[in-house]
């Protein structure tokens, strides 16, 4: 056979995250280990804002993301961002309330907190990592507030027609 110094492959898409390589150089065996590290690119949020009771469904955009929603974690500033669904380019997630009262002085928001991603099992070294330049802020003026029910009781059968007044609805 004819000796070489290098060969190629192409991988197919990843996840984010440090993986161990090794060759089959058939008949001699394996080759010792080496090590490739993928890493997580996060391009942009949207929206980039939502209410401060939660329920906001945020779209990041990216790459190095796990199609496995389970293996997949975001977090916005200390609050979780449920994940619904996950492809190597996107994650979909709805935002839980935010954990704390906002000061006045902020203007009723959050100001900008860091999006922080966990691709993968394989990216638990990457674990926490926070995406540069792309955030996300609770609101006060994006979150609906309720100001009555009537009537204030229904029936027991259903169908009893509820209006509900407030602001903020879509």
């Given at each position: 056979?004819?000796?070489?110094?290098?060969t190629?492959?192409?991988?197919?898409?990843?996840?984010?995250?440090?993986?161990?390589?090794?060759?089959?150089?058939?008949?001699?065996?394996?080759?010792?280990?080496?090590?490739?590290?993928?890493?997580?690119?996060?391009?942009?949020?949207?929206?980039?804002?939502?209410?401060?009771?939660?329920?906001?469904?945020?779209?990041?955009?990216?790459?190095?993301?796990?199609?496995?929603?389970?293996?997949?974690?975001?977090?916005?500033?200390?609050?979780?961002?449920?994940?619904?669904?996950?492809?190597p380019?996107?994650?979909?997630?709805?935002t839980?309330?935010?954990?704390?009262?906002?000061?006045?002085?902020?203007?009723?928001?959050?100001?900008?907190?860091?999006?922080?991603?966990?691709?993968?099992?394989?990216?638990?070294?990457?674990?926490?990592?926070?995406?540069?330049?792309?955030?996300?802020?609770?609101?006060?003026?994006?979150?609906?507030?309720?100001?009555?029910?009537?009537?204030?009781?229904?029936?027991?059968?259903?169908?009893?027609?509820?209006?509900?007044?407030g602001?903020?609805?879509?």
């Amino acid at each position: 056979g004819q000796y070489r110094e290098q060969t190629s492959c192409a991988l197919p898409p990843l996840p984010a995250g440090q993986y161990s390589l090794r060759l089959l150089v058939s008949p001699l065996g394996f080759s010792n280990s080496s090590s490739l590290t993928v890493p997580m690119n996060v391009t942009s949020i949207m929206p980039a804002a939502g209410s401060l009771a939660g329920g906001t469904l945020v779209n990041i955009s990216g790459s190095g993301f796990s199609s496995n929603r389970q293996e997949v974690t975001v977090a916005l500033g200390g609050s979780t961002c449920n994940v619904l669904a996950s492809t190597p380019s996107w994650i979909s997630c709805l935002t839980a309330a935010f954990p704390g009262s906002l000061a006045a002085s902020n203007g009723g928001t959050s100001g900008p907190l860091p999006v922080s991603i966990q691709p993968s099992v394989a990216g638990s070294a990457l674990a926490n990592a926070s995406a540069p330049g792309v955030t996300f802020e609770y609101a006060a003026n994006l979150t609906p507030s309720v100001s009555s029910i009537s009537p204030g009781r229904g029936s027991t059968e259903g169908g009893t027609v509820v209006l509900i007044r407030g602001s903020g609805f879509a």
